[in-house]
């Protein structure tokens, strides 16, 4: 990682009349005797910088803070910061390295620089287990452009029934789904996602959009998924389940199963979310040798009816 440490110090350089070893240290978290090797190896290098001895001294860039030495243009640094958000399959090092550079970015740079690196949220849960189509998100470039830049878009839509609209949203990130592409927004009806395979126009106003200053992509995500999981599965059921039954239920019910205390027997109580009584049943009837469900009654008569006809043809 010491390339990463040599470009945020050029770059805290030109962003600073001077720096100390000290500061240096302090802004990229190492040892003052790093910050010192870094800096003698830049001037080995030939990189115009010198130091200023004695009391008030430290590091400068002949030239001062006017010399370019970055040599990135706004584009580039928001490309090279999506690598430090929340998306990144990149280490946590690197990415920690990267954020730390951010810091030392030019002034113009560093707004878009910082959008770039929370713009974009990866979930790899699909919604449900159906395979369901999917076409190109043609427009996937300009509505992530629209986020960093903070503007507002004219947004073409069509919805699953096929009925097309134009609105003008406040694009605040870009979430994949799964293999879906999703836009989250602000609109004049509150906050809404748009699948952005069904965006069949983009045409930014280059007015700026409203981003509420504490918004937080992944957190917001979070509520939004949330939302939609309970929609889909509005039916909730508790039981108890013996602890090595456990593994199985995680695996099988993923997101739908929220786990709670320990009763009194040592079994584990858990609510389960499903779709309708009959679909949760059937899900559950394989399980009866871990799983007690203790409600809704429906739910269990649905398993006592499926396990009479088991009885009846396999008995």
Request: charged share 25%; proline share 5%.
């Amino acid at each position: 990682m010491r390339t990463d440490r040599l470009v945020a110090v050029l770059l805290l350089l030109q962003r600073r009349e001077q720096v100390t070893a000290a500061e240096v240290a302090r802004e990229l978290e190492v040892s003052e005797r790093t910050a010192r090797r870094d800096l003698d190896a830049l001037a080995t290098a030939g990189v115009p910088v010198y130091s200023v001895q004695g009391r008030g001294g430290g590091w400068r860039l002949v030239g001062g803070a006017r010399t370019d030495l970055s040599g990135l243009t706004a584009g580039e640094a928001r490309a090279l910061f999506l690598v430090a958000g929340q998306a990144s399959a990149a280490t946590p090092a690197v990415r920690a390295a990267l954020r730390k550079l951010v810091h030392a970015l030019p002034e113009p740079f560093r707004v878009q620089a910082e959008a770039a690196a929370s713009s974009l949220v990866m979930d790899p849960q699909r919604w449900g287990s159906s395979p369901v189509e999917h076409r190109p998100a043609r427009f996937l470039d300009e509505l992530q452009d629209a986020v960093i830049r903070g503007v507002q878009v004219r947004l073409g839509y069509v919805d699953g029934k096929g009925a097309e609209t134009a609105r003008t949203v406040h694009p605040l990130g870009i979430v994949a789904k799964g293999p879906s592409w999703y836009l989250v927004a602000d609109t004049g009806a509150g906050r809404r996602t748009f699948r952005i395979d069904r965006v069949s126009s983009v045409d930014p106003t280059g007015d700026p959009a409203r981003r509420p200053a504490d918004f937080d992509l992944a957190a917001s995500w979070r509520e939004i998924a949330d939302e939609v999981d309970r929609r889909r599965t509005p039916l909730e059921i508790q039981a108890v389940c013996a602890p090595d039954g456990m593994g199985l239920l995680r695996m099988m019910l993923g997101p739908r199963l929220v786990v709670g205390g320990s009763t009194t027997a040592g079994r584990v109580e858990v609510v389960i979310r499903g779709y309708n009584e009959y679909a949760l049943a059937g899900e559950l009837a394989g399980l009866v040798e871990w799983l007690d469900v203790t409600g809704p009654p429906g739910v269990r008569d649905r398993l006592a009816s499926i396990g009479s006809a088991l009885v009846e043809r396999y008995g």
